[in-house]
């Protein structure tokens, strides 16, 4: 599925990636899925993440609608998203 991305046209930088990425693997045909990640090594300290990531992170969903507007299709009937 990845190789089907054109990663040329991408937005995002930072933790805003993974939003792009999912988005756009569900737009060409793809399921999304989500695989939990326990950090064990990390039991106490403060987040690296900024309010600039964060911000980018919210509002990447809306520029990519935005991008993609008139092409969006909805999810196939019981579709794994």
Do not use: C
Not at 13 to 30: C, I, K, L, P, S
Not at 50 to 61: A, I, T
């Amino acid at each position: 599925m990845l190789a089907r991305l054109d990663f040329s046209r991408f937005l995002s930088q930072r933790y805003a990636f993974t939003v792009e990425t999912a988005f756009e693997v569900a737009h060409v045909g793809g399921t999304v899925g989500e695989v939990p990640i326990l950090f064990v090594e990390r039991r106490a300290g403060a987040s690296k993440m900024s309010g600039r990531v964060l911000l980018e992170s919210v509002f990447m969903p809306w520029r990519l609608v935005w991008r993609h507007r008139g092409r969006l299709k909805p999810p196939a009937e019981g579709a794994n998203v």
